[in-house]
């Protein structure tokens, strides 16, 4: 063994943070959501912070105070440490699918809380867990067979789902000709309204509808989080009605549609939003307690005059800060301890420094964002078919910063704009050289492929040959494997699994 020692020396280089670059880099990353929850922490922290509730004017915040970067910061305080490599969303199957996380509501009666938390075990199931529930209500038998029918209907994600002639026909005799359960399986299969059936079985959907966890036994993602939402004291009436009647404009993310409707401004939807987000998308999956993922626009662009768009930042919900007057006085006074005004001093540093780093958050986003509207004109101006091939760096050159903090500005961020809600992340795509050799955006092709396939007919869905096929009778070129990568991507299913049969 050799048990020699050897001294030696060698030269890095290592960058370091202090606290104030670390703060910004953090600060920077977070979406408006985020921030909000941020700010009402380090108010509780901080005592020489507080909301200024004073209104805001053109004098107090000019209108484009925050189009360039803060001259308390130089260019590369954010630049100084590698970017964060965040999981990337799929938002598009995200938004089909509802909302992402799935975690028990924030609000929820404590009661309720403990007594499914205390319940849940890595032995039992969550048909053990319902079945459990349903022995202590106190129902007539008739009413319990159909709810124990509804209990083995129920998929991993908390919904009832309907089952194939096969599974029906294998189960036992019994239950087989049970008209109940051949109605409670119609409504499943759609193939009938709950509200034309017999009373015994509007009141098993009733009862399961009532267990924990809240939403379980919903047929589909409306309906789950209605449950939810009625079982919930006090929760927005104004999130209700959108949950109600403008169901398909919230998952389309059409915030503006929804104000104009119900007669209310797009901050007071964006606000009912937030409600949503006390919600759990799949009560079922409660052992998952990842956060919940809600859209909430932090920019917004805005046509001031024809063709010309400008990008603001969409604050409704962030409150604005200021220092403590009354803790800055008792630094000059003499009866105050030494103890003190060092502790004021220290905490008006931090103070200082979190609203600097908040201020240059602002005008970096909305920076970018302006250098993304003009590198993809054509997009806010003629629709989403034009947007252009671009990619981080293109931006970080025009507005002199690192490719880093075009990263950390843009991750997790979205931009209201005239053709929807999108993540500032869809504007950035590489180049796709066609067979004409002409370029185009990877993202157009994807919207593209997302189209035909929303537009097809389930009985018969396009094959990748197909949609290869009807991208070329468009004028896009490309070969019949990238169409099928881009499909993966996108997490569209194979032809042959997407074919829904015929009701019978």
């Known amino acids: ?48 912070l ?95 067979a159909i709810v124990e029918y509804l209990i083995d209907c129920i998929g991993e994600d908390g919904f009832l789902q309907s089952k194939d002639s096969e599974e029906i026909h294998s189960l036992n005799r019994t239950v087989h000709e049970n008209p109940d359960i051949r109605e409670a399986e119609a409504v499943l299969q759609k193939q009938k309204e709950l509200e034309d059936t017999s009373f015994a079985v509007q009141e098993a959907f009733h009862v399961i509808q009532s267990f924990s966890p809240p939403g379980i036994g919903a047929r589909d993602l409306r309906e789950s989080l209605l449950i939810q939402a009625y079982r919930m004291p006090g929760f927005s009436p104004l999130a209700i009605k959108i949950l109600e009647n403008h169901f398909d404009a919230l998952k389309s993310l059409h915030y503006g549609i929804i104000a104009k409707a119900l007669d209310v401004s797009t901050e007071e939807v964006q606000a009912a ?34 063709g010309e768009f400008k990008a603001v930042m969409k604050e409704a919900g962030l409150p604005r800060l200021r220092i403590n007057k009354a803790y800055q006085k008792l630094l000059h006074r003499k009866d105050t301890s030494k103890e003190d005004k060092e502790y004021i001093r220290k905490q008006l540093q931090n103070a200082g420094s979190y609203i600097k ?32 091939p671009m990619i981080l760096q293109d931006i970080a050159d025009d507005i002199q910063r690192d490719v880093s903090t075009v ?15 999108y993540e500032l992340k869809r504007f950035f795509s590489s180049k796709v050289t066609q067979k004409d050799d002409t370029e185009m955006s990877s993202a157009r092709i994807q919207s593209e492929i997302q189209n035909l396939v929303r537009a097809e007919n389930p009985e018969s869905p396009l094959t990748d040959q197909a949609i290869t096929d009807s991208l070329a009778a468009s004028g896009i070129q490309i070969a019949r494997r990238t169409v099928a990568k881009y499909r993966e991507d996108l997490g569209i299913l194979p032809a042959r699994i997407r074919r829904k049969k015929r009701p019978v």
Do not use: C
């Not at 998952?288 to 859209?295: A, F, Q």
């Open 273 to 306: 939003v937030r409600e949503l987000s006390k919600l759990t998308p799949h009560p079922g999956r409660l052992m998952d307690d990842s956060p919940v993922r809600l859209i909430v626009p932090d920019l917004e662009v805005i046509e001031v005059s024809p």
């Open 1 to 48: 063994m050799d048990m020699n020692f050897h001294l030696g020396h060698h030269v890095r280089m290592e960058q370091s943070l202090n606290p104030q670059m670390l703060q910004s880099v953090q600060i920077l990353q977070m979406n408006n959501l985020e921030l909000e929850t941020a700010i009402k922490q380090e108010l509780e922290i901080n005592p020489l």
């Open 407 to 421: 990263s950390r500005a843009t991750n997790g961020k979205y931009v209201e704009t005239p053709h929807g809600i």
């Open 50 to 144: 507080e909301i200024d509730d004073a209104p805001e004017t053109p004098e107090t915040a000019p209108e484009d105070s925050f189009d360039k970067p803060s001259d308390d910061f130089a260019s590369d305080d954010y630049d100084l440490i590698d970017s964060i490599n965040d999981k990337e969303i799929d938002w598009d199957k995200y938004i089909e699918d509802g909302f992402e996380s799935d975690r028990l509501p924030k609000d929820l009666n404590a009661s309720d809380e403990d007594r499914w938390r205390s319940e849940v075990t890595d032995q039992q199931s969550l048909q053990d867990i319902l079945r459990r529930q349903l022995r202590e209500w106190k129902r007539p038998p008739r009413i319990v």
């Open 357 to 388: 780093s908040i201020d240059s958050r602002k005008s970096t986003i909305v920076q970018v964002m302006q250098a993304i509207i003009e590198r993809q004109h054509k997009f806010f101006a003629r629709g989403p078919e034009y947007l252009e």
